[in-house]
């Protein structure tokens, strides 16, 4: 199984302009190839292969107007030619085959102005981590990485990625070996809410951590700054770069609390179901931004690949199960309710329902999983609770 491992580089200023003239280098064999395919293209002539666009990049090196390609290691102009075909694989796929997965476009001529710039090093390239921890990319130097988790095994591959924020990255693939947890008993269904990032089964509600709201906010500031400013003016330029910061800044925060969650929840249970996002049938609604902002798919993408890392039972629930519209404890389906109800009285048992909770042990029963319902029952109360506060404690079972 393959995962990814990314890192924070520290390049020196040397480091900085090699990767430069390396990403300047990359985008200039990636648009020579894609202006070949077009023209061919446009001639009526047959597409130039994956082997005729590589023939032709070595004698490239060789013409004068070009000579300074020899300066980056090939195996980074290598990977952008097969950046190339991949793209023009991925679009005639999506073009010719079904039309229920998004739309793909054509490969785009890349810019110095992209937000995000990449080269990659495969195995044969030669690079390599060194015993004093730094990372020795062909042709660029030893570039110090921030190592915030050990890397499992030996890489196949690294992306030197230089993002909107003008931060520098390493991404590596590793191959994994998926290693069996310890079994443990419990089993969870999530509700990925509005009101709470995550509500589970057992009664749990779990938010945000407070400093990913606060980069948030942050953020939203920032956006606002940016548009009060004019176009073209060089204040727009700093507001731009003061985005694209804050805008990283939210985008790690989020991906750390998305992991140590994850991590969690696999490690102590043996099996997790949640509800199909496009279920939730919120993502065309006015409610879409935030949905998007929760960055629930991303996490869900996350719990499956550790449940198949972990050996733990992993489980998405589909359409047509109107999870918060049937009671947990009687089963007793009472119709629809508004989004601002947070808790009802069950008209078939009397119970008071906690909206969130009800709805994860229904998911966690439609998955198949041996859950308990008694975390949904709450103190009845008023339904519409202040902001900011926490939930109903769940009551205990006996
Ligand atoms: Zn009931």
């Not at 931060?167 to 443990?184: G, I, M």
């Not at 951590?209 to 940016?226: G, H, N, S, V, W």
């Amino acid at each position: 199984m393959q995962l990814r491992y990314r890192y924070r580089l520290d390049p020196a200023p040397r480091h900085v302009a090699a990767l430069a003239r390396a990403f300047g280098c990359a985008r200039m064999v990636f648009n020579d190839a894609l202006r070949a395919r077009q023209q061919a293209h446009a001639a009526g002539l047959p597409f130039p292969t994956d082997a005729e666009l590589s023939r032709r990049l070595t004698l490239a090196k060789r013409s004068p107007e070009r000579v300074w390609l020899a300066e980056v290691s090939s195996v980074v102009l290598q990977q952008a030619l097969a950046d190339l075909n991949s793209a023009y694989r991925n679009y005639f796929t999506s073009r010719s085959g079904n039309r229920s997965g998004p739309r793909i476009q054509p490969p785009r001529f890349r810019s110095r102005k992209d937000h995000r710039q990449a080269i990659r090093f495969t195995r044969n390239a030669y690079f390599k981590v060194l015993p004093n921890g730094k990372l020795r990319l062909p042709k660029i130097g030893d570039v110090p990485v921030r190592w915030s988790r050990p890397l499992p095994s030996p890489p196949s591959s690294v992306t030197v990625i230089r993002d909107a924020a003008g931060r520098y990255f390493a991404s590596f693939v590793v191959e994994a070996d998926p290693a069996a947890l310890p079994k443990t008993e419990p089993e969870v269904g999530i509700d990925l809410g509005l009101t709470h990032f995550a509500v589970l089964s057992d009664g749990r509600k779990i938010d945000a951590p407070r400093f990913l709201r606060r980069a948030e906010k942050r953020l939203r500031r920032r956006q606002r700054d940016l548009s009060r400013k004019q176009k073209g003016s060089h204040n727009r330029d700093k507001a731009r770069l003061r985005v694209a910061r804050a805008h990283a800044r939210v985008a790690d925060a989020r991906r750390d609390f998305h992991h140590q969650l994850s991590t969690r929840l696999i490690r102590d249970n043996q099996a997790i179901a949640v509800e199909d996002l496009a279920v939730k049938g919120l993502a065309r609604t006015r409610l879409a931004k935030s949905v998007h902002d929760a960055g629930w798919s991303a996490f869900v993408a996350m719990l499956e690949y550790k449940s198949r890392l972990y050996g733990r039972r992993f489980h998405r629930i589909g359409r047509f199960t109107p999870t918060s519209q049937t009671c947990c404890l009687c089963e007793v389906k009472d119709g629809p309710k508004p989004l601002h109800v947070r808790a009802w009285r069950c008209q078939g048992c009397g119970a008071w329902l906690d909206r969130d909770i009800n709805a994860a042990v229904n998911v966690a029963r439609a998955a198949g999983l041996a859950v308990t319902a008694c975390g949904a029952q709450v103190r009845p109360g008023p339904t519409l609770a202040p902001r900011g506060e926490a939930g109903t404690p769940p009551k205990s079972c006996h």
